[in-house]
């Protein structure tokens, strides 16, 4: 009952609801339309017969006279499916006719009257006609009574009444039936829905609404639907991602941090030794703290908040200054660096952010490209006969501005090239130098946060990376500022 | 933190309604010679601002009864222009752009070590006296802003446009303690943090250039903080 009861208060139903009753109150109306306008055609017709036969009758009268009248009258009366016929003397007896009864006073009214009757051949008992009938008064006191039984016109009207209620019946009972069952249909799609969003409140993440294939206004909610649920998941996931990251590679440093305090107070002797130990932990919480703000960063980026501070800047620009400001690192590690961006190249996106990327980049490049040992002899013959470099630079292609950093340095294996995006990964061979590890991650993070991408390429040798941006951005749809809030790392 | 310690003694004013925080700055504050007060809520310190004479404000961003933003806003409203300093959890380029604009001088996002705060605090004070010469001089070190010349002893010194604007900054607050961050931002107008040390390169560049082969120093590096140029002496 509770589920017929749900059916009958879905939209669909109401809607069939009321649909059904304007349609059927619009039947009614037609029919009644009808019935009335059949039924004066029918009193038209009977009209034009009484009134063709008073004036044949009138004719006789006065071409034969009474005789002549009376012999017509008998003549026609007999017929079967003949009118109806009264002559009576001027005190109201009958003369001839196949009228045997008549409502009384009916022969002093003249023009048109409705009235019961009986034939002159019915019992007194049977039932009384309706007919219409007119009076005609004769010269000589005669009265001439001419009419036409009714029961044809009632029965024509009865059809098309009981007609008419029967379709509007049917009509009711197929709508109501029919709306039913699309009802159903559409309730069961809706409940399955709700059931799946049920099971993903419930925690089932990778739940995804069911399509039906009819490609109708259902499967197109459902197929956003499923956008945004894969969206929710994967910001899910990252944010998973992030605790358990930040869980596993804050903890280490936190440990480290703690054991060499604690290591300080339990065998420093004097107050130099105690200085050195609180210089590096300090040294060691800023390097938490850097660390942390990287992570707020790629958080901030991945949950669109950085689309606030939006605005026109030229990437050619970006490159050079970014060149121009780790040129000298590079040179200290025996590299050269080049930049080439002579053509502006304007886009639009998040200046700062651009250039923390980029300049992670290059910080990434000087790290692994750096020929071993390059601080302790500057100017040693380049290895196998490369000079190593790293080229910067700044590009449009087609609707994307390209802003590269290429390096012929050890470069990464192309399995390792995906993980090598991902946060706090850090491969086998560079777990020997400084960092957090996670400067790719925010460069992909930054890359995404435009609408574009983060490319590790070969550059045979070397390493290339690519970051694909578009010239605008294109409007993503922002997430609410609570499920924004909630995306973040929980914040000190 | 010693050597940070500037020759005049400011006088500041602290609105934070951390405690603890708050009563460590006036700590390490008198520790260094100045004197600070200290406002625990937004109204409180708006009232103090008001009254004092103060030589710089360390504004929290979020406080109790009244936010930092409007705290600034209302004293500039009022014609006060003290030196502001806005310390904030939120450390975001966007946020620090709007704590400019609500008439803030500087921007620190926390935590932040002393050694910056006082950096900041002490450049913020000295711009109100106002130094802006043509030419600025260090002992026998000459940066002339129009021509863009440098001259030591008398020898002119080809820079690199960066490296005169490096110099110029380091020089227009001689005496004074510039942290890596200051650099960051003033010279090169980046205010991310980048993961290697970037401009520890670009200032021995210029030490070579300007020091080497002279027996007085003028480029010093403060450790845990930053540099100074100053006549040595």
């Given amino acids: 009952m509770t589920a017929l009861g749900k059916l009958f208060r879905t939209t669909t139903f109401k809607l069939t609801l009321v649909y059904l009753t304007v349609f059927a109150l619009f039947a009614a109306f037609l029919l009644a339309y009808f019935a009335w306008n059949t039924r004066r055609l029918v009193t038209q017709q009977i009209v034009a017969t009484v009134d063709a036969e008073i004036s044949g009758l009138s004719d006789l009268f006065q071409q034969g006279g009474i005789r002549r009248l009376i012999f017509a009258i008998d003549d026609r009366g007999s017929r079967p499916g003949s009118s109806l016929y009264l002559l009576t003397t001027a005190a109201g007896e009958g003369v001839t006719g196949n009228i045997g009864s008549l409502t009384s006073g009916i022969l002093d009214k003249s023009g048109w009257t409705e009235t019961a009757y009986r034939r002159i051949d019915d019992s007194d008992t049977a039932a009384e006609h309706q007919a219409l009938v007119r009076v005609l008064q004769l010269p000589g006191g005669f009265r001439l009574l001419v009419g036409r039984d009714l029961q044809e016109r009632e029965r024509l009207h009865d059809i098309i009444i009981s007609a008419g209620q029967w379709s509007i019946a049917i009509v009711v009972v197929l709508g109501i039936t029919g709306g039913f069952f699309v009802t159903r249909r559409v309730l069961k799609r809706v409940d399955a829905m709700t059931g799946t969003a049920q099971r993903i409140m419930s925690g089932d993440l990778s739940g995804r609404l069911p399509i039906a294939g009819s490609n109708d206004e259902l499967d197109r909610l459902a197929g956003n639907l499923n956008v945004m649920l894969e969206r929710i998941e994967a910001l899910m996931h990252g944010l998973k991602e992030v605790t358990d990251n930040i869980a596993h590679d804050l903890k280490t440093p936190l440990t480290r941090l703690r054991n060499r305090a604690e290591e300080a107070l339990r065998t420093a002797e004097d107050e130099s030794q105690y200085r050195a130990a609180l210089e590096r932990t300090i040294e060691e919480s800023d390097g938490l703290i850097r660390t942390f703000n990287a992570l707020l960063m790629i958080a901030r980026a991945e949950s669109g908040q950085a689309r606030d501070g939006m605005m026109n800047f030229d990437a050619a620009e970006i490159a050079q200054g970014i060149g121009e400001l780790y040129e000298p690192l590079a040179d200290d590690k025996g590299l050269t660096l080049r930049v080439e961006a002579d053509e502006a190249a304007p886009m639009h996106g998040n200046r700062e952010l651009v250039s923390q990327a980029l300049a992670n980049l290059v910080d990434n490049a000087i790290k692994y490209a750096a020929p071993d040992n390059a601080t302790l002899a500057p100017d040693t013959p380049p290895l196998n006969g490369v000079q190593p470099e790293i080229v910067v630079k700044a590009a449009g292609d087609g609707d994307r501005i390209l802003l590269t950093v290429a390096d012929n340095g050890p470069g990464i294996p192309a399995d390792d090239r995906v993980r090598a995006v991902e946060r706090f990964v850090r491969l086998e061979q560079s777990r020997s130098l400084p960092g957090s590890g996670l400067g790719l991650s925010l460069a992909n993070a930054v890359a995404r946060l435009h609408g574009g991408e983060l490319r590790l390429e070969d550059n045979a040798p070397g390493l290339r990376s690519v970051l694909a941006l578009p010239r605008a951005v294109s409007v993503a749809p922002a997430s609410p500022p609570e499920a924004r809030e909630r995306a973040t790392i929980p914040s000190a | ?233």
């Fill in chain 2, 1 to 233: 933190m010693k050597d940070q310690g500037s020759e005049v003694a400011m006088r500041l004013l602290i609105i934070e309604d951390d405690r603890d925080a708050a009563d460590y700055l006036v700590k390490a504050f008198r520790e260094v010679g100045h004197v600070a007060e200290l406002a625990s809520d937004g109204e409180e310190g708006l009232a103090q601002a008001l009254d004092g004479q103060y030589d710089v404000l360390i504004v929290d961003r979020m406080l109790p009864k009244l936010d930092g933003l409007t705290v600034i806003g209302t004293l500039r409203s009022k014609g006060i222009d003290t030196p502001a300093l806005i310390l904030s959890a939120l450390a975001q380029v966007d946020d620090r752009v709007k704590g400019l604009r609500a008439g803030g001088d500087d921007y620190l996002p926390k935590p932040y070590s002393f050694s910056e705060l006082l950096a900041r605090i002490e450049v913020l004070a000295r711009r109100r006296g106002g130094r802006e010469e043509m030419v600025y001089r260090v002992a026998d070190l000459e940066l002339d802003r129009l021509s863009h010349q440098v001259k030591r002893a008398n020898d002119e010194i080809i820079l690199q446009p960066r490296e005169f604007r490096l110099l110029e900054y380091l020089m227009k607050h001689a005496g004074q303690v510039v942290t890596r961050t200051m650099l960051l931002e003033n010279v090169w107008d980046y205010h991310f943090d980048p993961q290697t040390n970037v401009i520890d390169v670009h200032i021995s560049r210029l030490r070579s250039k300007i020091d080497k082969g002279f027996s007085q120093q003028l480029l010093h590096t403060v450790r845990g903080a930053g540099y100074m140029i100053r006549d040595g002496r």
